[in-house]
């Protein structure tokens, strides 16, 4: 997973929104989008990265056209984008056309009836968002889902950037109700061991970003993870 915000992939940590900075890592110089878009692939051969446009989310621009140029450069590449989208229409737009499959995050949402709609509106992937408070947004559609698409994520804020571990209560919690829908991981995978108890809990894939620039997860073992996926 990636994080932009003015033009810059930036490192996330606790949901601290305005304290990220521009990443440094070991697998790219500096911190240009497609220059990390594609030292990431280079690493592994992933299906899918998962983008969260910090700017749309605060409601102060958009990378759209930065989305755009990555899925130009990896068209086998699925792109989910979070951008904080409410807006049914523009949802149901993304979903037709791109750039990316949209994901409808909780924490945009103030009342059930518009996440609803939004949800009803597109091909997305539902994002269950949870800050150091606990749920963000509507809290039917945690205990609940009937209005879940085939794709759940259980995003912890609080966790992304630690090293606590996923929060597989919250995920088990997600697992009870999802039926036959994928829930995917994102915060606190910390290396390999991580990844394989989530595989063994029944949880679809994980949205990994500092143990992949830390070195914790390097490419060998990626492969072997990503090779045991359907």
């Known amino acids: 997973m990636i994080d932009l915000k003015n033009g810059a992939v930036v490192h996330a940590r606790r949901g601290d929104r305005a304290a990220y900075r521009p990443i440094v890592t070991p697998l790219a110089t500096g ?7 594609k030292a990431l692939m280079e690493l592994a051969p992933f299906r899918r990265l998962y983008i969260a446009d910090l700017d749309s989310i605060a409601r102060c621009g958009s990378h759209d056209a930065v989305v755009a140029r990555i899925a130009g450069a990896h068209p086998v590449l699925d792109l989910w984008i979070d951008g904080g989208e409410t807006d049914a229409k523009k949802l149901a737009r993304r979903s037709a056309g791109g750039p990316g499959v949209p994901v409808v995050g909780s924490e945009a949402f103030t009342e059930m009836n518009a996440l609803a ?9 539902l994002s269950l968002d949870y800050d150091a408070s606990g749920r963000m947004g509507p809290h039917p559609i945690y205990e609940s889902a009937e209005l879940w ?7 912890t804020l609080a966790s992304v950037g630690a090293s606590g571990g996923p929060d597989f209560e919250r995920l088990n919690d997600a697992l ?3 039926g036959g829908r994928k829930v995917y991981a994102a915060g606190g995978v910390r290396g390999i061991e991580d990844l394989q108890r989530l595989a063994d809990i029944g949880v679809a894939g994980a949205l990994v970003a500092s143990a992949l620039h830390d070195g914790r997860l390097g490419g060998a073992a990626l492969r072997t993870i990503l090779e045991g996926q359907p």
Do not use: E, F, T
Request: glycine share 8%; net charge negative.
């Open 149 to 155: 698409p085939d794709g759940v994520i259980v995003m």
């Open 117 to 125: 709609q939004a949800l009803g509106a597109s091909n997305c992937v």
């Open 31 to 37: 911190s240009d989008p497609l220059v990390i878009a």
């Open 176 to 178: 009870k109700l999802a």
